[in-house]
């Protein structure tokens, strides 16, 4: 017996067969290792993760908060830009410049400013003319403010005051003073006064938390409106800590204690235009919840991290026999081969793991088919662009600024009269450029890559053999998946088309010379006839050869665009501009762009230029304080639509109806009318002549082309 338990005793000393020598620790003890090794640092690295995390969410806070401020600034600037441009508005009234105080006392009472708000109207001495508050013509005490109203005489620019108390209504008030100038001079100062309401109502209206104070401060750090106790603190200093950081910054963030005792954290921005500054509080007990969150949490992480050790010592045992499995599987992958073994790991996890992946090696295989699949429409597609761009004898180019590397296809080298293996760098291209060419190619690239546009450009290029072709470049930028910005594009030699081109020009000036002659010849015979007239009536040979001259302006209108017709509004403004004042109100037009044929241009110019004459000669436009309004539009009609232009001539002399009909009305209702197919209306108002022109779309549209699109617009 003794013998036998000595044995047994050395076997156990002996390592077993199947245990590499060097093997002394299992999988499930290594495991066990592993998860305590891992507890400690996950429990320090969550606790760390936390409080990055508060930190991360007190930086959000600051910045939303910050961002909130910032954005309010910029809603007090606008809410005061709004009331300063009311009062520029109402500081140009035409009753003021007639001197009708009155009218406009009316007017300024219904503005419709918020209330509580009212408008007051001085002399720049201070002499009070009137003020909203009271009925217009009761006697009004001197401005108590002459150093405000001297500063808007001699700055002629309106003035925002901070917070005072009126010493006429003892209210809080903010002024807003604009000047009122006529002749250059500033003849009277228009005051709009407006109560802290109007700032209290953008606190309200943004629903600041209870717990929060805001502030609206004005440039002397006076609360003008406050979310918290308005009626208490409105009308005070802010406190001396946030006054020294506003003075010390435009925005920013403080620690302070509000003017009622609360520990809060502060956040302020000053208005970029008019210095007011908004300031939000936030209670620091606010902000302290953030970390007891956090504290929570992590209690509550550690206890899962627990929890988890705890059930990663159950799992190990279920671990170790599979992952041998696994192994196989993944090894089979790797080689590429088909995972094709159906026996189970008696774990769930595991053989989901070994079906995805035996999928996995399925999906490789059929990605490497459609890979090759890819590749080959790839090479197809590239093929047949690379056939397409030698049928449009387009070459292909690639430039990047930052590295200066340029990538030309054979084709594009062509263009530039080198071979296809000859070498051609962006250097090669600029120089190859006309000197007179060089500086407009490289302003066309500068602009396309300032602006991330598309490059479109046509210089002259000098080939080698010293001949001049015309190549026109045209490019996209383009962002490369590093960020590098390139730019890709096609380049054709168009030196034909440049020679039909100067060809067709020639045609044109040709065209040109001979109709000017031929109205030459028409300006000749009309000399000989005035010759043979009597010489009692000049006026007949004026306005003939008036009306020769509108011909003239006429056709040089149509030759500019290669007698392709002419857009209405310039049709108009070839007779018109000649009249026009300075300011361009004495002539006005509105009405969409709208194409004419050519023979429509010539019966409408010739139908302006008798309206126009007949208006510098007896109407609106042979006094001063004339005007002339023609509108056009497109009307459905009685049938099918048309063009509908309204000539309407207000503040001249009064109209007397002639008793006869002279030739301009004889040539703009009779003539026009059987010309454009359409019917003509003149009505002669005391007020001023209205004229209206009425023809159908197919005599206006410069094609047929054209004529259809004016359909589709006028039906959409």
């Known amino acids: 017996m003794k013998g036998r338990s000595g044995d047994a005793e050395r076997r156990a000393g002996q390592p077993s067969r199947d245990v590499p020598e060097g093997a002394r620790t299992s999988l499930r003890q290594v495991l066990w290792g592993l998860v305590f090794v891992l507890a400690l640092p996950t429990i320090l690295v969550a606790a760390a993760g936390l409080y990055s995390g508060y930190r991360a969410e007190q930086q959000a806070i600051d910045l939303r908060m910050q961002e909130t401020v ?61 003020n909203t508050r009271v009925p217009y013509g009761v006697t009004l005490p001197n401005s108590n403010r002459p150093d405000v109203l001297r500063r808007v005489q001699e700055t002629r620019r309106p003035q925002v005051s901070d917070l005072y108390v009126g010493s006429l209504t003892g209210q809080r008030l903010i002024t ?38 805001a502030a609206v401060l004005d440039r002397s750090r006076t609360i003008v409106a406050r979310s918290r106790a308005p009626e208490r603190f409105v009308g005070q200093s802010a406190s001396s800590n946030v006054q020294d950081a506003l003075a010390a910054s435009r925005e920013g963030r403080l620690q302070s204690v509000t003017l009622d005792g609360i520990a809060v954290r502060t ?16 209670p620091e007990a606010e902000l302290a919840k953030s970390a007891q969150r956090s504290l929570f949490w992590l209690t ?29 599987a993944a090894q089979t992958l790797g080689r590429g081969g088909e995972i094709t073994d159906p026996a189970t790991t008696r774990v769930l996890e595991f053989d989901m793991i070994k079906k995805a992946l035996g999928e996995a090696a399925a999906g490789i295989r059929k990605h490497e088919r459609e890979r090759e699949e890819v590749l080959a429409r790839m090479a197809e597609s ?80 000098i080939w080698p053999d010293g001949s001049e072709h015309w190549i026109r470049v045209s490019g996209r930028m383009r962002c490369g998946p590093d960020g590098q910005i390139s730019m890709v594009g096609v380049s054709q030699d168009i030196t034909e088309r440049r ?16 109709v000017k002659n031929t109205l030459a010849t028409v300006q000749s015979v009309a000399s000989l006839t005035r010759r043979s007239a009597e010489s009692n009536d000049p006026a007949a040979w004026n306005a003939f050869m008036d009306r ?49 044929q050519p023979g429509a241009v010539l019966a409408l110019g010739l139908a302006v230029h008798e309206l126009a004459t007949n208006a510098v000669k007896y109407g609106s436009l042979s006094v001063p304080e004339g005007k002339v309004h023609v509108m056009w539009a497109l009307t459905s009609g009685s049938g099918q639509p048309a063009l509908l232009v309204e000539w309407v001539e207000s503040g001249g002399p009064p109209v007397n109806k002639p008793e006869r009909q002279g030739f301009g009305s004889k040539l703009i209702q009779r003539g026009l009318a059987q010309q454009l197919g359409g019917e ?6 005391p007020a001023g002549i209205r004229c209206v022109i009425t023809f159908p779309i197919s005599t206006m549209a410069s094609d047929q082309n054209d004529a259809d699109d004016v359909r589709e617009r006028y039906a959409s």
Request: with cysteine.
């Open 680 to 685: 003509i209306k003149l009505d002669f108002a």
């Open 382 to 461: 590239e093929a047949r662009l690379r056939l397409a761009l030698n049928a449009g004898d387009l070459g292909s180019w690639e430039y990047t600024p930052s590295t200066g590397a340029f990538t030309t296809s054979a084709d594009c080298r062509a263009n530039f009269g080198r071979g296809p293996d000859e070498p051609f760098s962006y250097a090669d291209l600029v120089a190859s450029i006309h000197p007179d060419d060089r500086a407009m190619q490289a302003e066309a690239v500068a602009q396309a890559l300032a602006t991330r546009s598309d490059l479109h450009v046509e210089y002259r290029a």
């Open 300 to 328: 509550i992480l550690g206890a899962v991290i627990l929890g988890g050790i705890l059930l990663a010592i159950l799992l190990s045992r279920s671990i170790a026999k599979p992952v041998d499995q696994l192994v196989t």
């Open 267 to 282: 956040y302020f921005s000053q208005s970029p235009s008019y210095g007011w500054s908004f300031v939000l509080s936030i």
């Open 176 to 213: 807003i003073d604009a000047p009122v100038i006529l002749d250059e001079q500033v003849a009277y100062i228009l005051s709009l006064a407006i109560t802290p309401d109007v700032f209290q109502a953008i606190i309200r209206d943004q629903r600041i938390d209870d717990r929060w104070n």
């Open 499 to 514: 020679l039909a081109e100067e060809r067709q020009a020639l045609l044109l000036h040709e065209l040109n010379h001979r």
């Open 70 to 130: 910032r954005a309010l600034s910029l809603l007090l600037d606008r809410e005061i830009e709004k009331s300063v441009v009311a009062v520029q508005v109402l500081a140009q009234s035409t009753s003021l410049a007639r001197g009708n105080l009155e009218e406009f006392y009316r007017r300024a009472k219904n503005t419709g400013l918020a209330e509580p708000s009212w408008i007051a109207l001085f002399e720049p001495g201070g002499r009070a003319l009137f």
């Open 548 to 596: 020769l001259h509108g011909m003239a302006k006429t056709h040089d209108l149509l030759t500019a665009t290669q007698w392709q017709g002419a857009l209405l509004e310039d049709v108009l403004k070839n007779e018109l501009d000649p009249y026009q004042d300075a300011m361009l109100q004495r002539i006005r037009l509105r009405g969409p762009k709208i194409n004419l």
